[in-house]
């Protein structure tokens, strides 16, 4: 590294210690963690880690939406150079996904302390509420707000799938914060974030240099037909919201099969009532989760969903009604953020591949108001949202000094402003 501070390496079992800390809190077999965003388990967490943070001597901010930034001075004040992820994971969550970029974030501000580095802007680390959106859709739901991109009282509004409010359950732990939403945009975002794929594993690299995130699509369908005897009901006097719902979740696997290429498509919540052997379904409710990383591709998946759908209800006269989610379009991060994150990581010696991200992160959001970019580091066998989601710890802190030296770098050097070009593709 050819500037002062090349030299300069985290503590690798620090880190390590810590995501291990906070992965025995709502911790689940297989090692992995259950902390769905504004349960006890996500406040406990909140509460370790912003305990780091103020026993780092940072300023540590808590907005409308509970969203957390660290603060550590610069030579100079104004927007600061940024880092962070989430905190909050899925039910059946592993304990890097969102961790490692926050904790590996405290890590880097941690070692230019230790070090005494002053950096010439301030330098944070953030966590953002509701990132995995699984309780409360949709998915980055807090760094949405931070950008503007959702106003505050209707995230506040937000009703999760068990019935319960945002706007109360940031009460109940404690984490609605005075600081306003929007947030300061910050000179510069990179999120380091394990790659949840296998992409870097297959080529044998060890840091992914990443250009955008795909787009996504959630919707939620509530089918209604007609509970009914399962013995008695001939076929053809059928109104069979279950069998709705399967041809549905086939479908969807179908248009991804048939399209090819980057596009997925995934049944991930199904519900039948009343969920008994020997009744037709009377009512469903199922959730979509369509992505691309093409933009016109999505939305021509998206249009041949909601055909098969209109077919269904009018050939079962069933009423299906598709409330929208979540929908993000692909973003490409900034150009020379990318380049900086790809020559960083090979001038500390490592394998990098440039590749888009098929998970959405909270980079996405940031991108929106500053230049953002994202680092993977290889998940094994690609598996995550699954306790057995695992990254060696040598890549974990390979991905982690990369970020140090990231910051350092966008704390230095000019970069381009703005957003990506327009129509640049990821
Ligand atoms: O859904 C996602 O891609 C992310 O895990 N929130
Ligand atoms: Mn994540
Ligand atoms: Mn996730």
């Known amino acids: ?28 077999d297989g090692g992995g963690s259950s902390r769905l965003a504004l349960t006890d388990e996500d406040r406990e967490g909140r509460d370790l880690v912003t305990t ?46 969102g961790n490692l970029g926050v904790l590996a974030g405290l890590e880097v501000i941690e070692t230019l302390i230790d070090a005494g580095v002053e950096t ?13 959106g699984a309780r409360y859709p949709p998915d980055m739901l807090g760094s949405l707000v931070y950008v503007g991109g959702l106003g505050l009282e209707e995230a506040l509004d937000t009703e999760g799938i068990d019935g319960s409010v945002v706007g109360d359950e940031l009460d109940r732990i404690g984490y609605r914060g005075p600081h306003p939403c929007p947030g ?5 975002f990179v999120e380091l974030h394990i790659e949840q794929g296998s992409v870097l594993e297959a080529g044998g690299h060890t840091i992914g240099a990443v250009t955008g995130v795909q787009g996504i699509s959630w919707t939620e369908f509530t089918i209604t037909g007609q509970a009914n005897h399962a013995g008695t009901t001939p076929m053809d006097l059928r109104h069979d919201a279950g069998w709705a719902a399967a041809a549905i979740a086939v479908h969807v696997r179908d248009i991804a099969t048939r399209m090819g290429g980057r596009q997925v498509a995934t049944v991930g919540r199904l519900d039948l009532q009343p969920n008994l052997v020997n009744v037709v379904a009377g009512t ?75 998970a959405g992160h909270d980079a996405q959001m940031m991108a929106r108001v500053c230049p953002t970019g994202m680092v993977f580091v290889p998940s094994r066998d690609g598996i995550s949202h699954n306790p057995a989601e695992y990254t060696d710890p040598a890549d974990l ?21 703005g957003a990506p070009e327009e129509g640049e593709t990821i």
């Open 184 to 188: 300061p945009a910050p000179r510069a």
């Open 1 to 28: 590294m050819n500037h002062p501070h090349g030299h300069l390496r985290i503590d690798g079992d620090r880190l390590m210690r810590r995501l291990a800390e906070l992965a025995t809190i709502g911790p689940i």
């Open 120 to 132: 010439e802007h301030p330098t944070a680390v953030a966590f953002f509420t509701d990132e995995e």
């Open 397 to 417: 802190v390979a991905g982690a000094n990369v970020l140090l030296h990231i910051l350092l770098a966008l704390d230095n050097d000019a970069f381009e402003e």
């Open 284 to 358: 469903a409710a199922l959730t979509v989760d369509l992505r691309n990383t093409d933009e016109a591709l999505l939305t021509e998946a998206e249009a041949d969903l909601a055909a098969f759908v209109d077919g269904i209800a009018e050939a079962e006269g069933i009423q299906i009604e598709a409330r929208g989610l979540a929908r993000f379009e692909p973003v490409a991060f900034n150009g020379s953020v990318v380049d900086t994150v790809a020559g960083t990581a090979e001038s500390l010696g490592h394998a990098v591949s440039r590749m888009p991200s098929g």
């Open 52 to 97: 780091w943070m103020r026993d780092l001597g940072l300023d540590v901010r808590i907005d409308g939406i509970g969203n957390v930034v660290a603060t550590r001075p610069g030579r100079i004040d104004g927007p600061a150079v940024m880092t962070g992820s989430h905190i909050d994971t899925v039910r059946s969550g592993g304990r890097y996904d």
